[in-house]
């Protein structure tokens, strides 16, 4: 975790500082290494929110785009289990960084929970993905809508649009680029895409202002590109 309570205010780990966990109250630890990101762990067992994974410098670069007292934002269900946020905002929109592997059945498990959320995968993890990314772009002809390309296209063209595309709910995938690769939209099989420049949705996040959600009255005609031989 990158924060810890001392005095009921939120600290950053420093070497030999002590803190609690703003969740659980419990002990931490300040992890002051040279191979990771400073941070906080839990003293003596393990983290009492079991979805936390490891940060990289990946998830820091992108949370540190928001409020510090947006980041690491716990809730509770109505049963009373504790899960803490990636980046919350006041408007009740939970936006998760995804950087490792993930199974679809957890995705959905979250997603339920947060409700009102946006995933960010990070899209260089596998070298492939972008590869068939750039690939898929090619096969297709995009759509002008309301002064952005749209292209619309099938779930399983790509391996991140099948573990991603039947969530019904925002997904940007980084590529490592200026711009998130949306995907906002969905009508049987086929998904829409489109770039949208990064600065452009943190802005919109912070400002509360909605996304641009593509929904066509009914589904596109797909238009193929010849490949060249």
């Not at 950087?99 to 679809?104: M, Y």
């Not at 002064?147 to 991603?164: A, F, P, Q, S």
């Not at 086929?190 to 509360?208: C, M, N, Q």
């Not at 009255?217 to 797909?222: E, S």
Request: hydrophobic content about 35%.
């Amino acid at each position: 975790m990158r924060f810890a309570l001392l005095d009921n205010q939120r600290i950053e780990a420093t070497p030999r500082a002590v803190g609690s966990c703003p969740s659980c109250k419990a002990d931490m630890v300040a992890r002051c290494g040279t191979k990771k990101n400073w941070h906080w762990a839990h003293r003596g067992r393990r983290h009492c929110d079991h979805w936390w994974e490891n940060e990289t410098e990946w998830h820091r670069t992108w949370k540190n785009q928001f409020s510090s007292d947006w980041q690491e934002v716990s809730a509770r269900d109505e049963t009373g289990e504790l899960h803490i946020a990636d980046i919350k905002t006041p408007n009740g929109l939970t936006i998760e960084f995804q950087h490792s592997a993930i199974k679809l059945g957890e995705v959905v498990k979250r997603t339920n929970f947060y409700g009102q959320v946006i995933w960010i995968i990070d899209a260089t993890r596998r070298p492939t993905d972008a590869i068939q990314y750039e690939r898929m772009l090619e096969d297709n002809y995009p759509e002008r809508f309301d002064g952005v390309d749209i292209y619309t296209v099938y779930y399983e063209e790509t391996r991140l649009l099948k573990e991603w595309g039947a969530l019904g709910v925002i997904v940007g995938f980084d590529y490592g680029g200026d711009n998130l690769c949306l995907l906002t939209a969905a009508q049987g099989y086929s998904r829409y895409l489109f770039d949208f420049p990064k600065a452009e949705f943190v802005r919109r996040v912070i400002e509360g202002k909605p996304l641009p959600v593509v929904q066509f009255a009914k589904p596109v005609q797909r238009r193929y590109r010849r490949r060249r031989l």
